[in-house]
């Protein structure tokens, strides 16, 4: 079941206050108020009533057993949504107008196939559940056209089924947690090296079929890169590809499953690409002038092959407000001065993780990404300041609860785009969101950072922040969202880097891959999931017929 809090992030105890530098600067900027709006307690949260008839129940609890089967209050609230602001938005105003008609937790591979049959015959939607992370609503429970809709919960499929250190592969299955994954590998000296900011939460099943990448897929590849093979069930059966180190037997298959979001199947099991545990590694801090510059030097780095494993560009904005969040306090000031006396005025922080075999390796990596920063201008803050960081990497989430208690809308967005292109959309998507924030009234702030380089571009994600306008935050959220999407779509740039499709980003699909790219994405659907009972709404299955499913900016409306 849900391992999160259902109505923010994470596990109880590793709340952040929000630092005085913060708030001072929020409550100056923005306007926000001292009140506090707490989330409501989960009974007082109102759901749309199960429509699980008994019947039906039974025919679930014969392919899964009936510990499995749950229609109660908290499991149907936790496997509602997802963890995009506009959830944390629903779930505490105390009413939700989706819900699963009840959560299924199958134990096996087997089960996961049963379960998927059974509900092809009783006309049930099924929705993937991993660690319910998405942001793209991409776990919203939708029922579609069809007569219910139960959330399938991966949480009994874990663990490792086989390593291979000699060949550097491991299988594990679908819904492994980071940690547990981490953890199991490292017991065989290996490790997958994939650490979204999710980590602790999202599962590998998840990463998989959202194309998801960590904060160092620079160094390590994003989890696409990381899978050789997978098993996939459907209501239609079972798919497995992937056997060996390359193939040349046609078109890969492996990429029609991964970034699937269970719109086609399950993943019940992944072989992926592992490694051995780093014998060394460092973090450090730097400086450059300015967002232009600086991409500069990544561009410079990744090209001559000396990025380092975590390479984290701030621009300006997102420098200036990481400082106030993390409470920096006094060394601020002396940070502030110091970097000044190097002509460093509005400067943007560059994180990096390096990694190597051993020091020595470590060490000649380094120095040549070393040689390429100083050449652009780059001032060293030394490791405390990158050690900072890779303390605090997990967070971040649990400061944006606080924010929201505070009345602040604090929302993420990213995309990737070529050198070529990337300041041009950096700007554009910038002015859309700022321009969308300040016709509603509330100004806000846009911060942005680099942190996934290819040797043909790079990723940029943006932060969001302003007053809630209070009694319209979707419809606030709605309009910085479309218009950030529109400019995103309009630079050419791809509407999203590694948070894959859901329900939020599906009305700019057809746009990126073409109407006959989409309808070829359908096909795939059609033969693996002939009924359609695969997370409707979401990836290839929207068209703006299906656009009120759920609410996530228009009005309040039933969608059943
Ligand atoms: C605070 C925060 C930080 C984040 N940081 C990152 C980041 O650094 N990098 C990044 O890429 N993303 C990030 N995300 C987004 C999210 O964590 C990722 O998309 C993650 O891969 C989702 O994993 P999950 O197990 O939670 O999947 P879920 O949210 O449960 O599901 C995501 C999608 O995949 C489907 N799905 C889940 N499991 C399976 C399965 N076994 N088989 C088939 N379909 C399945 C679901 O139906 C849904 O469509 C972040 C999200 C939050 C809230």
Redesign the pocket.
């Known amino acids: 079941m849900s391992r999160q809090r259902w109505w923010g ?1 994470g596990v109880d105890g590793h709340d952040q206050p929000l630092p005085a530098d913060g708030d001072a600067l929020l409550t100056a900027e923005l306007g926000i108020s001292p009140d506090r709006r707490e989330p409501p307690p989960l009974e007082a949260l109102v759901l749309p009533p199960s429509a699980l008839a008994p019947g039906v129940r039974s025919a679930l609890e014969n392919v899964v057993g009936s510990a499995w089967v749950r229609d109660d209050h908290a499991s149907r609230a936790t496997h509602a949504v ?2 995009a602001y506009p959830d944390l938005v629903r779930l505490r105003s105390g009413r939700l107008d989706v819900a699963p008609d009840a959560v299924l937790q199958p134990g096996t591979a087997v089960e996961v196939l049963g379960a998927l049959r059974a509900c092809a015959q009783l006309d049930l939607a099924v ?9 793209v609503g ?2 919203e429970a939708l029922a579609g056209e069809h007569a219910g809709v139960v959330a399938l919960d ?1 949480g009994r499929l874990t663990g490792l089924v086989h390593v291979d250190v000699r060949s550097g592969l491991a299988t594990l299955r ?1 819904g492994t947690f980071g940690p547990d994954a981490e953890a199991e590998l490292a017991s065989h000296g290996v490790t997958l090296g994939h650490h ?3 980590f602790e939460f ?2 590998l ?3 998989v ?2 194309r ?4 160092a897929s620079t160094g390590s590849g994003r989890i696409d890169d990381l899978v050789q093979g997978l098993r996939l069930a459907a209501p239609a059966g079972e798919v497995v590809t992937g056997a060996g180190p390359a193939t040349a037997a046609g078109p890969d298959l492996r990429e029609l499953l991964v970034g699937s ?2 719109t086609i199947g ?2 019940t099991e992944a072989t992926l690409r592992v490694r051995r545990v780093p014998g060394a590694t460092r973090f450090e801090a730097w400086a450059l002038p300015g967002f232009a510059a600086s991409t500069e030097a990544l561009r410079a780095l990744v090209q001559a092959d000396t990025a380092a494993t975590i390479t984290r560009l701030s621009d300006e904005e997102e420098t200036r407000v990481s400082l106030a969040m993390a409470g920096a306090g006094p060394g601020v000031g002396a940070l502030k001065a110091y970097l000044r006396t190097r002509g460093l005025d509005r400067p943007c922080l560059l994180v990096l993780g390096w990694e190597g075999a051993d020091a020595a390796g470590l060490r000649a990596r380094r120095e040549a990404g070393v040689r390429v920063l100083r050449a652009h201008g780059a001032v060293t803050l030394g490791r405390k300041a990158g050690e900072a960081w890779a303390r605090r990497r997990y967070h971040g ?1 649990y400061l944006r609860d606080e924010l929201l208690t505070r009345g602040v809308l604090i929302d993420t967005l990213e995309t990737a785009a070529t050198w070529t292109s990337l300041l041009e959309t950096y700007r554009a998507v910038g002015a859309a969101l700022r321009g969308s924030l300040a016709a509603r009234g509330t100004p806000g702030l846009v911060c942005c950072h680099v942190s996934h380089l290819y040797r043909t571009g790079a990723s940029l994600y943006f932060t969001f922040i302003a007053r809630q306008e209070e009694g319209a935050e979707l419809e606030q959220w709605h309009a910085a969202k479309a218009a950030a999407s529109d400019a995103i779509a309009a630079a050419g740039a791809t509407i999203t880097h ?3 499709v ?1 329900r939020d980003h599906a009305p700019w699909l057809a746009g990126e891959v073409g109407e006959l790219g989409l309808a070829l994405l359908r096909s795939a659907k059609a033969t693996l999931d002939p009924t359609g009972i695969m ?1 409707p709404g ?1 990836l290839m299955d929207w068209t703006s017929d299906n656009a009120g499913y759920g609410n996530r900016g228009e009005p309040l409306r039933e969608v059943r």
């Open positions: 992030w997802g963890r929705v993937a559940f991993g660690g319910g992370t998405s942001v991409g776990v991966l679908g979204p900011q999710s999202s599962t099943g998840g990463w079929a959202t998801s990448a960590g904060q979001e269970g399950i993943i989430p590694h948070h894959g859901g997370n979401k």
